[in-house]
C-alpha cells in the first residue's frame, strides 16, 4: 500500500503550551482514517499542519512527497477546515467554480464541477445563492463539497457533521463511503459510531499525544471480546451472563451496555451468547464483535 | 508555499475586478465613487477652465500657483487635466487606503484564505490580490481621466490628440504613484485582525510616523532621509511636475517592492 502521508517527530508548541508533542504515524491509501480526540486535544492543529495553515516547531511531515502547502499538492489534497466559510459577497456557483479554475480547469469545466460537486451534498438549487442566505447545515454541506472539487486524492474533513441534521449527516456518510474508493480520507469527528463505521484507522489524540487504534477490530480482539447493548435494563445481566462456560469477565461500560471477555477457544461465543439472551427473555439492541470505538478510547483517555 | 504561477496569479487578480463591479458591494462603492467625481467634474475641473480664461484669475492662479511650485500647470492648454491632475495625485491615494483595505484581513478572519491556500500559493494570493487592487484603480482612473477628456474636448475639440497623450502619459504616473499604497495596505493586511484596523494603522502610520521623523529630523537632520518610508513622499514634486523620472517612477516601484517584499515575509509564516 502508498503511503500518502508520513508524520515523524511532529511537536506544535503555542508559545508555553504544547498542542501536539512528539507525534509520528503514517496513513497509506485506502480506508477512510479517523482522527479522534477529546476538546484540545490537538486535532485541528494536526488538521492544520497537514493543511499547510501552520508550521510545526519540529518535526517533518511529508504528503505524497512534498511538504504541506507545496504547490504540488494543489487539487491532490483538499480539506474541510473547522469554521471556514465561503465569501458572502459571491454566488456558492461563482466560488466553488473560481476554485476549480485554480486547480487549473477551463472555464466551463469549473462550471460543471461546480455543480457536479453541488449535486453530490445534495444542495444544486442552492447554487446560485451566497452563502449568507444558506442555513448553517447547508454552508456546511456546501464547503464539503468544496473539498471534493477535482479528483484529490486526500480529502481532510474536520468536524464535517458536527451541526447537520441526522438525514444530512447520513447521507454526508454515505458520500464519504461511496467515494473512499477515490480518495483517501481523513475524518475528525465526536460522533464515534459514525467514525467507527466508516473507518479503519484511528488516529486517538489525548493531550497532543497520539496512539492508534483499529476501529474494525484486531484477529486478538475479535476473540476476546463482545460488547452487547441491551433494550433495557435487566437483572443480574453481569452474574448470569457469567454462568456461560466460555465467560471470563462481564462489566457494564455503559448504561445497558455490557463487554463480555471470553476464552479464545470458543468460536461460536455469539451464537451461544444470542440463544442465552434469548432463552433469558432479554431482547438486544446491537451486538459488537470486540470493544467498540468508544470503549477503547474512553478507557485510555480515563488512563 | 512560494511558487508563482502566472495562470494562477491572473486569476486572483481577475477575482478582485469581479469583487468589486459585480458584487453589490462593491457596485456601491462604485457609484459613490461616481457620484463624488461627477462633482469634481462638475465644479472644479469644470472651473479649471474659467480660472485660467479669465485674465484676473489667471494672474491670481498664477501666484498662488508660483508660490507652491504648479506654476508648470498653467502652461498646459489642457486645463481640464491640470486640475484633474492634481486632484486625482492627492485623492487615488487616499481613496486606495480605503478600498485596498481589505486584501486578505476579511478572508483570513472568516476562513476563505484557508479554501484557497489549498489551490494557489500564499505568495500567488498576495501579489495576485495587489494587482487585482492596482486593475481596479488603474480602471477607476482611466474612466475618471476619459470623462475629463470629454469634458475638455467639449469645451475646445482640438485639444483632444495632445490631450489623449498626455492623458495617457499621466494614467500611467498615477498608476505607478498609488501602487506602494497598495503595497502599504497589503503589508498592514497579514497582521490586522479587520479591514478597519488595517485602516487606522494606516492612518496612524501616516500621522504619527510624520511627526516623529518631523521631530528626528528637526534634532538630526540627517534623519529626514526616513521620509522615503512613506509611501507618497515625490507627490508634492510630482503635482509641479518638476520630479525627475526616479522620483516619480522609481522610488514609488522601489517602495512598493519592498513593502511587499516584508508583507510576503510575514504572510509566509504567518497562521491561518
Same mark, same amino acid.
Given at each position: 500500500m502508498s503511503t500518502l502521508i508520513q508524520a515523524q517527530s511532529l511537536t506544535k508548541r503555542y508559545g508555553s503550551k504544547l498542542a501536539l508533542d512528539d507525534v509520528s504515524f503514517e496513513i497509506t491509501k485506502g480506508a477512510p482514517v479517523a482522527l479522534v480526540g477529546p476538546n484540545g486535544a490537538g486535532k485541528t492543529t494536526l488538521f492544520s499542519l497537514l493543511c499547510g495553515y501552520i508550521l510545526p516547531t519540529h518535526g517533518q511531515l511529508n504528503i505524497l512527497g512534498q511538504k504541506p502547502g507545496s504547490s504540488a499538492l494543489f487539487g491532490k489534497l483538499s480539506a474541510l477546515p473547522q469554521d471556514a466559510q465561503l465569501d458572502p459577497r459571491f454566488s456558492i456557483t461563482h466560488q466553488l467554480a473560481f476554485y476549480g479554475q485554480l486547480q487549473g480547469l477551463s472555464a466551463k469545466q469549473s462550471q460543471t464541477e461546480a455543480l457536479r460537486v453541488l449535486d453530490l451534498v445534495g444542495l444544486t438549487e442552492v =447554487?446560485?445563492?451566497?452563502?449568507?442566505?444558506?442555513?448553517h447545515g447547508m454552508r456546511k454541506r456546501v464547503t464539503i463539497g468544496q473539498a471534493l472539487i477535482? /479528483?484529490? @486524492?486526500i480529502v481532510m474533513l474536520d @468536524? =464535517?457533521? =458536527?451541526?447537520? *441534521?441526522p438525514i444530512h449527516a447520513r447521507e454526508v456518510r454515505e458520500l464519504v463511503a461511496n467515494l473512499s474508493d477515490e480518495a483517501t480520507f481523513i475524518l475528525s469527528s465526536h460522533d464515534l459510531t459514525e467514525l467507527e463505521r466508516l473507518c479503519g484507522q484511528v488516529l486517538h489524540l489525548n493531550k497532543g499525544t497520539l496512539t492508534e487504534h483499529q476501529a474494525n477490530n484486531t484477529q486478538q480482539q475479535t476473540q476476546h471480546f463482545m460488547t452487547i447493548l441491551f433494550a433495557q435494563n435487566y437483572d443480574h445481566i453481569e452474574r448470569t451472563i457469567q454462568t456461560l462456560p466460555a465467560v471470563s469477565r462481564v462489566y457494564m461500560s455503559q448504561a445497558k451496555e455490557y463487554v463480555i471477555e471470553y476464552q /479464545?477457544? *470458543? *468460536?461460536?461465543f455469539d451464537i451461544d451468547l444470542l440463544n442465552f439472551c434469548h432463552q433469558q427473555g432479554w431482547r438486544y439492541r446491537h451486538l459488537v464483535n470486540g470493544h467498540t470505538l468508544e470503549n477503547q478510547i474512553f478507557t485510555q483517555e480515563k488512563v | 508555499m512560494s511558487q508563482l504561477h502566472p495562470q494562477r496569479l491572473i486569476k486572483i487578480a481577475q477575482f478582485e475586478l469581479v469583487r468589486l463591479f459585480l458584487t453589490k458591494r462593491g457596485l456601491l462603492a462604485v457609484a459613490a465613487f461616481t457620484i463624488c467625481w461627477l462633482l469634481v467634474l462638475r465644479y472644479p475641473i469644470g472651473q479649471a477652465v474659467s480660472i485660467i480664461s479669465s485674465p484676473e484669475m489667471a494672474e491670481l492662479a498664477k501666484q498662488v500657483f508660483g508660490a507652491i511650485g504648479l506654476s508648470k500647470l498653467l502652461d498646459w492648454p489642457e486645463a481640464e487635466l491640470a486640475m484633474y491632475w492634481l486632484i486625482a495625485l492627492y485623492s487615488f491615494p487616499c481613496f486606495c487606503l480605503f478600498i485596498c483595505s481589505d486584501q486578505i484581513v476579511g478572508d483570513k478572519q472568516r476562513g476563505t484564505l484557508r479554501f484557497l491556500t489549498l489551490r494557489a500559493t500564499r505568495n500567488e494570493i498576495l501579489l495576485g490580490r495587489f494587482l487585482g487592487q492596482v486593475l481596479i484603480l488603474a480602471a477607476l482612473m482611466a474612466v475618471t481621466l476619459i470623462a475629463t477628456l470629454a469634458v475638455m474636448v467639449f469645451r475646445d475639440a482640438s485639444l483632444l490628440m495632445h490631450g489623449l497623450s498626455r492623458g495617457f502619459i499621466m494614467l500611467c504616473y498615477l498608476i505607478v504613484a498609488v501602487m506602494p499604497f497598495i503595497a502599504l495596505m497589503a503589508l498592514l493586511n497579514t497582521f490586522a485582525r479587520s479591514a478597519r484596523l488595517a485602516l487606522v494603522l494606516a492612518i496612524l502610520f501616516f500621522a504619527l510616523g510624520n511627526i516623529v521623523i518631523g521631530i528626528l529630523a528637526w534634532q538630526i537632520p540627517a534623519l529626514s532621509v526616513l521620509d522615503y518610508l512613506f509611501p507618497g513622499v515625490q507627490l508634492d514634486q510630482m503635482a509641479g511636475q518638476n520630479s525627475s523620472m526616479f522620483s516619480s517612477l522609481g522610488i514609488p516601484l522601489l517602495q512598493s517592492a519592498i513593502l511587499l517584499l516584508v508583507a510576503q515575509r510575514i504572510f509566509l509564516r504567518s497562521s491561518l
Amino acid at each position: 500500500m502508498s503511503t500518502l502521508i508520513q508524520a515523524q517527530s511532529l511537536t506544535k508548541r503555542y508559545g508555553s503550551k504544547l498542542a501536539l508533542d512528539d507525534v509520528s504515524f503514517e496513513i497509506t491509501k485506502g480506508a477512510p482514517v479517523a482522527l479522534v480526540g477529546p476538546n484540545g486535544a490537538g486535532k485541528t492543529t494536526l488538521f492544520s499542519l497537514l493543511c499547510g495553515y501552520i508550521l510545526p516547531t519540529h518535526g517533518q511531515l511529508n504528503i505524497l512527497g512534498q511538504k504541506p502547502g507545496s504547490s504540488a499538492l494543489f487539487g491532490k489534497l483538499s480539506a474541510l477546515p473547522q469554521d471556514a466559510q465561503l465569501d458572502p459577497r459571491f454566488s456558492i456557483t461563482h466560488q466553488l467554480a473560481f476554485y476549480g479554475q485554480l486547480q487549473g480547469l477551463s472555464a466551463k469545466q469549473s462550471q460543471t464541477e461546480a455543480l457536479r460537486v453541488l449535486d453530490l451534498v445534495g444542495l444544486t438549487e442552492v =447554487a446560485q445563492q451566497r452563502s449568507d442566505d444558506l442555513s448553517h447545515g447547508m454552508r456546511k454541506r456546501v464547503t464539503i463539497g468544496q473539498a471534493l472539487i477535482g /479528483k484529490p @486524492e486526500i480529502v481532510m474533513l474536520d @468536524e =464535517a457533521t =458536527a451541526g447537520l *441534521d441526522p438525514i444530512h449527516a447520513r447521507e454526508v456518510r454515505e458520500l464519504v463511503a461511496n467515494l473512499s474508493d477515490e480518495a483517501t480520507f481523513i475524518l475528525s469527528s465526536h460522533d464515534l459510531t459514525e467514525l467507527e463505521r466508516l473507518c479503519g484507522q484511528v488516529l486517538h489524540l489525548n493531550k497532543g499525544t497520539l496512539t492508534e487504534h483499529q476501529a474494525n477490530n484486531t484477529q486478538q480482539q475479535t476473540q476476546h471480546f463482545m460488547t452487547i447493548l441491551f433494550a433495557q435494563n435487566y437483572d443480574h445481566i453481569e452474574r448470569t451472563i457469567q454462568t456461560l462456560p466460555a465467560v471470563s469477565r462481564v462489566y457494564m461500560s455503559q448504561a445497558k451496555e455490557y463487554v463480555i471477555e471470553y476464552q /479464545k477457544s *470458543d *468460536d461460536l461465543f455469539d451464537i451461544d451468547l444470542l440463544n442465552f439472551c434469548h432463552q433469558q427473555g432479554w431482547r438486544y439492541r446491537h451486538l459488537v464483535n470486540g470493544h467498540t470505538l468508544e470503549n477503547q478510547i474512553f478507557t485510555q483517555e480515563k488512563v | 508555499m512560494s511558487q508563482l504561477h502566472p495562470q494562477r496569479l491572473i486569476k486572483i487578480a481577475q477575482f478582485e475586478l469581479v469583487r468589486l463591479f459585480l458584487t453589490k458591494r462593491g457596485l456601491l462603492a462604485v457609484a459613490a465613487f461616481t457620484i463624488c467625481w461627477l462633482l469634481v467634474l462638475r465644479y472644479p475641473i469644470g472651473q479649471a477652465v474659467s480660472i485660467i480664461s479669465s485674465p484676473e484669475m489667471a494672474e491670481l492662479a498664477k501666484q498662488v500657483f508660483g508660490a507652491i511650485g504648479l506654476s508648470k500647470l498653467l502652461d498646459w492648454p489642457e486645463a481640464e487635466l491640470a486640475m484633474y491632475w492634481l486632484i486625482a495625485l492627492y485623492s487615488f491615494p487616499c481613496f486606495c487606503l480605503f478600498i485596498c483595505s481589505d486584501q486578505i484581513v476579511g478572508d483570513k478572519q472568516r476562513g476563505t484564505l484557508r479554501f484557497l491556500t489549498l489551490r494557489a500559493t500564499r505568495n500567488e494570493i498576495l501579489l495576485g490580490r495587489f494587482l487585482g487592487q492596482v486593475l481596479i484603480l488603474a480602471a477607476l482612473m482611466a474612466v475618471t481621466l476619459i470623462a475629463t477628456l470629454a469634458v475638455m474636448v467639449f469645451r475646445d475639440a482640438s485639444l483632444l490628440m495632445h490631450g489623449l497623450s498626455r492623458g495617457f502619459i499621466m494614467l500611467c504616473y498615477l498608476i505607478v504613484a498609488v501602487m506602494p499604497f497598495i503595497a502599504l495596505m497589503a503589508l498592514l493586511n497579514t497582521f490586522a485582525r479587520s479591514a478597519r484596523l488595517a485602516l487606522v494603522l494606516a492612518i496612524l502610520f501616516f500621522a504619527l510616523g510624520n511627526i516623529v521623523i518631523g521631530i528626528l529630523a528637526w534634532q538630526i537632520p540627517a534623519l529626514s532621509v526616513l521620509d522615503y518610508l512613506f509611501p507618497g513622499v515625490q507627490l508634492d514634486q510630482m503635482a509641479g511636475q518638476n520630479s525627475s523620472m526616479f522620483s516619480s517612477l522609481g522610488i514609488p516601484l522601489l517602495q512598493s517592492a519592498i513593502l511587499l517584499l516584508v508583507a510576503q515575509r510575514i504572510f509566509l509564516r504567518s497562521s491561518l
